[in-house]
């Protein structure tokens, strides 16, 4: 099962709409086929098992990291492969929470007569599925905020002019988390400040990229950014209000950014929508870096599940713009609401990783 976890977290990032699987099918002890969910979501990790596997996977046992699927989507049920397959035993880590699926696939290997182990490593199994789990349990993804902060707790130079915070191994950390996640959002204000291209710059993960989410409540997305140069190859997709422009709507859908109008609320794009809108386009996993009022607004309704600091050894000033807007950043690190759960160095800057409880 531990291979299988580890098989399956190859798919985070990149799954999406499915959940990330591994699967490993063993007989007399010999591993003889493995699999994750491959990008897009299909083929699902079974089957991918099962292909390999061949003939061998007859009277075998397969670990998989969540319940097969049962029913009928763009590809057949994973549970009839499995039986068309003749394994003899499934050993799961977690019961799928889809309502499609909610222990029917279980039911029909058993009565197909396939001996079935359920709950096996399921708090790790838990963790690497939570974003699927909260995307069929409350209908959003799982959201994860990444701040950096220099030591006397700013986020940038006075008039939100960005600085360099962390160093390279720290920034790497970042593009490695991009990589595993579904999507990454910003509000528009760190687009015009920093023009990022929001990519995962690793060596080769060029592809891996996230969808880039801006909210920008009245189109002010320049044409020549480097996120509507990229949109083309890595999807952008901007949420507006409906008093936006639709020429400029036009123009940005020309160059390949999706637009998404949703109704503003007192504070403008209210985020619960948002958050529902990119449930509703397969979004899992949200990572969100950007910037101080995103943030912050964020906390304010209880949205975060996970937090990523990293502390830098500079400092900015009294001038510098905090990290959070309107708060201290004491209202994430002694919230009542989210622990820390690691502490890690990296190069010269320290990673702190809070999660919900």
Same mark, same amino acid.
């Given at each position: 099962?531990?291979?299988?976890?580890?098989?399956?977290?190859?798919?985070?990032?990149?799954?999406?709409?499915?959940?990330?699987?591994?699967?490993?099918?063993?007989?007399?002890?010999?591993?003889?086929?493995?699999?994750?969910?491959?990008?897009?979501?299909?083929?699902?990790?079974?089957?991918?098992?099962?292909?390999?596997?061949?003939?061998?996977?007859?009277?075998?046992?397969?670990?998989?990291?969540?319940?097969?699927?049962?029913?009928?989507?763009?590809?057949?049920?994973?549970?009839?492969?499995?039986?068309?397959?003749?394994?003899?035993?499934?050993?799961?880590?977690?019961?799928?929470?889809?309502?499609?699926?909610?222990?029917?696939?279980?039911?029909?290997?058993?009565?197909?007569?396939?001996?079935?182990?359920?709950?096996?490593?399921?708090?790790?199994?838990?963790?690497?599925?939570?974003?699927?789990?909260?995307?069929?349990?409350?209908?959003?993804?799982?959201?994860? /905020?990444? /701040?950096?902060?220099?030591?006397?707790?700013?986020?940038?130079?006075?008039?939100?002019?960005?600085?360099?915070?962390?160093?390279?191994?720290?920034?790497?950390?970042?593009?490695?988390?991009?990589?595993?996640?579904?999507?990454?959002?910003?509000?528009?204000?760190?687009?015009?400040?920093?023009?990022?291209?929001?990519?995962?710059?690793?060596?080769?993960?060029?592809?891996?990229?996230?969808?880039?989410?801006?909210?920008?409540?009245? /189109?002010?997305?320049?044409?020549?950014?480097?996120?509507?140069?990229?949109?083309?190859?890595?999807?952008?997709?901007?949420?507006?209000?409906?008093?936006?422009?639709?020429?400029?709507?036009?123009?940005?859908?020309?160059?390949?950014?999706?637009?998404?109008?949703?109704?503003?609320?007192?504070?403008?794009?209210?985020?619960?929508?948002?958050?529902?809108?990119?449930?509703?386009?397969?979004?899992?996993?949200?990572?969100?870096?950007?910037?101080?009022?995103?943030?912050?607004?964020?906390?304010?309704?209880?949205?975060?599940?996970?937090?990523?600091?990293?502390?830098?050894?500079?400092?900015?000033?009294?001038?510098?713009?905090?990290?959070?807007?309107?708060?201290? /950043?004491?209202?994430?690190?002694?919230?009542?609401?989210?622990?820390?759960?690691?502490?890690?160095?990296?190069?010269?800057?320290?990673?702190?990783?809070?999660?919900?409880?």
């Amino acid at each position: 099962m531990q291979l299988a976890l580890t098989l399956g977290r190859r798919g985070l990032g990149n799954a999406w709409p499915n959940p990330a699987v591994g699967a490993v099918v063993v007989k007399d002890g010999v591993v003889v086929g493995r699999g994750w969910t491959q990008p897009g979501g299909r083929p699902h990790a079974e089957t991918e098992a099962l292909r390999r596997a061949g003939e061998r996977a007859k009277g075998a046992t397969l670990y998989v990291t969540l319940e097969p699927c049962s029913h009928h989507g763009r590809t057949p049920p994973c549970a009839d492969a499995i039986i068309r397959a003749d394994i003899a035993r499934v050993v799961s880590a977690l019961r799928d929470p889809n309502p499609k699926v909610a222990g029917e696939g279980y039911a029909r290997l058993r009565a197909a007569g396939i001996a079935v182990a359920d709950g096996l490593c399921a708090d790790e199994a838990l963790r690497d599925h939570a974003g699927h789990i909260r995307r069929i349990l409350d209908g959003r993804p799982r959201v994860m /905020l990444k /701040l950096a902060v220099s030591a006397d707790g700013k986020a940038a130079l006075p008039g939100r002019k960005p600085v360099p915070i962390t160093g390279e191994e720290a920034r790497a950390r970042v593009h490695l988390l991009r990589a595993m996640n579904d999507a990454i959002l910003v509000g528009i204000g760190t687009v015009l400040a920093d023009n990022p291209a929001l990519t995962c710059r690793l060596p080769g993960m060029l592809a891996q990229s996230p969808v880039r989410v801006v909210l920008d409540s009245m /189109l002010r997305l320049p044409l020549d950014s480097q996120l509507v140069a990229s949109a083309p190859d890595i999807p952008v997709w901007v949420f507006c209000t409906p008093a936006a422009s639709g020429d400029k709507e036009r123009l940005l859908a020309l160059r390949g950014v999706t637009v998404i109008r949703i109704a503003a609320g007192k504070e403008g794009l209210p985020l619960a929508t948002v958050l529902q809108a990119l449930a509703e386009r397969g979004i899992t996993r949200l990572m969100v870096e950007g910037g101080p009022k995103v943030a912050a607004a964020l906390l304010r309704a209880d949205l975060v599940d996970e937090a990523v600091l990293l502390h830098g050894l500079r400092t900015i000033g009294p001038d510098g713009i905090d990290a959070l807007d309107g708060l201290a /950043l004491r209202a994430l690190t002694a919230s009542p609401k989210l622990a820390l759960v690691q502490t890690e160095t990296i190069g010269g800057d320290k990673l702190e990783r809070y999660e919900r409880r």
